[in-house]
């Protein structure tokens, strides 16, 4: 079946780490998307791609970079620049003006 | 600016009864409308959309959604709660390249 994976579901990240979340579709979808959710806030925008080798920046991306090499793949890294990292991350894709497919989230610590 | 409020944080309901979560929305052209439901620690499933013709909608699970243009509202409902519908409901709307979602409603089922 066709569908979005995330991985690891819970990564645990050291002060002045980086850490990589992970995020593959089969779907062939050409947009992607990156969500921080925290309780009571909703969702909210990290990073989008429409293509390959493009991405924008969304409402809240100071302390986050992504990649798009290849269409079904678009990693989001944490940097150490950001200061409150604890939250669900949630990965999405999108075909033209369908809705967003979203995978299963990964929770990311500190420790 | 586009946005979307969902005024209700919690509801409680009991098994058997009916349920109406409200949903109003900013957006100066035609929306593309849709609901979420998300269980805990999962990601974001589908529940139902619009994007234009008969304003009422139907959606998985037995949910239905009416989209009023007058009231700038996509409120959802169902006619009888089960105990499985007890999650968090999110509203988004579809501007452009981009989704904007509302905080969230979280369902509580009681027997």
């Known amino acids: 079946d066709g569908g979005i994976t995330q991985s690891p579901k819970y990564l645990f990240r050291k002060e002045g780490q980086n850490v990589t979340l992970s995020c593959e579709q089969n779907?062939?979808?050409?947009?992607m998307y990156w969500y921080r959710q925290d309780p009571g806030q909703g969702l909210r925008l990290i990073y989008y791609?429409?293509?390959?080798?493009?991405?924008q920046k969304g409402d809240i991306a100071e302390g986050y970079s992504v990649s798009r090499e290849k269409k079904e793949s678009f990693p989001l890294t944490v940097t150490s620049a950001q200061k409150n990292p604890t939250a669900f991350y949630l990965c999405?894709?999108?075909?033209?003006?369908?809705?967003?497919?979203f995978g299963d989230g990964t929770r990311l610590s500190i420790l | 600016a586009q946005s979307v409020t969902q005024p209700d944080i919690h509801i409680t309901v009991s098994e058997g009864a009916s349920l109406e979560l409200r949903c109003n929305y900013s957006?100066?052209?035609?929306?593309?409308l849709f609901w979420y439901v998300q269980s805990p620690g999962q990601g974001l499933q589908l529940l139902l959309k619009?994007?234009?013709?008969?304003?009422l909608v139907q959606g998985i699970k037995g949910f239905e959604a009416e989209f009023k243009r007058s009231q700038s509202s996509f409120n959802l409902r169902k006619p009888s709660v089960h105990w499985s519908d007890a999650a968090e409901y999110f509203c988004?709307?579809?501007?452009?390249?981009?989704?904007?979602f509302g905080t969230g409603t979280s369902l509580t089922v009681i027997p």
């Open positions: 791609s429409q293509i390959v080798n493009d991405f």
């Open positions: 779907l062939n979808h050409d947009a």
């Open positions: 988004a709307v579809g501007a452009g390249n981009q989704f904007y």
């Open positions: 957006y100066g052209a035609t929306p593309y």
């Open positions: 999405a894709s999108r075909e033209g003006n369908q809705p967003q497919h």
């Open positions: 619009y994007f234009s013709g008969d304003t």
